[in-house]
């Protein structure tokens, strides 16, 4: 499919996971890490932003591209004064693990995965039966995703999306509420993308951390990418933008090292769904429902 917006956009009356049945085909898609700062959807009548060059972007051909290929490291975000981040490239190139299946048993209806590098979640999700779309600005991680089964699409979480305000549950793992370095225009930008009362689970940094940086993605080896803004938080860090952001939290916990939470979109409905619109509402959505129910059936 092209990277075109007018063909993916669902009908109004249709569900995600109804949008992403209509779908011919998967687009590959980057890595949301990419993502530079917010371009918000398209109001009614306008016509959509042009579509975001992603090559002109880190994550696309850099260091990252190499190591997914490969499915290892060494790789790291590197910051300006010369602190390294280790990125763990093997773990998100390997299947859903013990952390990661405790968070996919938490998702309720379709799920919509912001930065899904290498697509273990969604193929993960699609393997049970679940709808599920990754969208990643990494031409490496979303042929990965598409090879493993998944559904991916290339596109910067601030572009349009098929299905904004109807996604049921949207995923922050791995980092991925550093992208662009703003994390009050992220959550806002979620939020739009949710039903109302719609699920948010993240995964924060494991200590008490607020940082806005500029990074680049490193190799340990001399290679570099481009230079781009982004965000480490902890889980105070989060909760004070969420709360600032009008969300409301619902969880938090702590699986393998790792740290998660979770928070309920407190938008009310507005012109995205119609009176007579056939999305799901959160009255109508099944808490962990059977595997092999797919969203699109509930």
């Not at 952390?99 to 899904?116: F, I, Y």
């Not at 803004?229 to 790792?258: E, S, V």
Request: aromatic share 4%; hydrophobic share 40%; charged share 20%.
């Amino acid at each position: 499919m092209s990277a075109g917006h007018g063909t993916e956009q669902p009908t109004a009356n249709g569900s995600p996971a109804t949008a992403l049945m209509n779908h011919p085909a998967p687009i590959l898609a980057g890595h949301p890490k990419a993502d530079l700062g917010e371009r918000p959807a398209p109001t009614a009548g306008r016509q959509p932003s042009a579509p975001l060059d992603v090559t002109a972007l880190p994550w696309s051909a850099d260091p990252y591209t190499d190591a997914l290929r490969a499915g290892r490291g060494p790789l790291y975000l590197r910051r300006s004064d010369g602190w390294l981040l280790p990125l763990e490239v093997e773990r998100w190139c390997a299947e859903a693990d013990a952390a990661d299946l405790e968070v996919l048993g938490r998702c309720e209806g379709a799920v919509l995965d912001v930065g899904c590098g290498p697509g273990r979640l969604v193929a993960a999700l699609a393997a049970r039966g679940w709808r599920a779309l990754g969208v990643d600005v990494s031409e490496a991680a979303v042929a990965h995703t598409v090879r493993l089964g998944g559904q991916a699409l290339r596109r910067s979480v601030f572009q349009p999306l098929p299905g904004e305000g109807r996604w049921d549950t949207a995923l922050l793992v791995d980092g991925n509420v550093g992208i662009g370095g703003n994390p009050h225009a992220l959550l806002r930008r979620v939020s739009q993308l949710l039903a109302p009362d719609g699920l948010l689970i993240a995964e924060t940094a494991p200590v008490d951390v607020d940082e806005r940086v500029q990074v680049h993605v490193a190799d340990g080896r001399g290679a570099s990418g481009t230079a781009f803004p982004w965000a480490r938080l902890g889980t105070p860090a989060l909760l004070r933008h969420a709360r600032r952001a009008g969300w409301r939290p619902d969880g938090q916990w702590t699986a393998d090292g790792r740290s998660f939470l979770a928070l309920r979109n407190r938008r009310t409905s507005s012109a995205a769904e119609p009176p007579n619109s056939t999305a799901v509402t959160s009255s109508q959505r099944a808490r962990n429902p059977s595997p092999d129910r797919p969203a699109a059936d509930r």
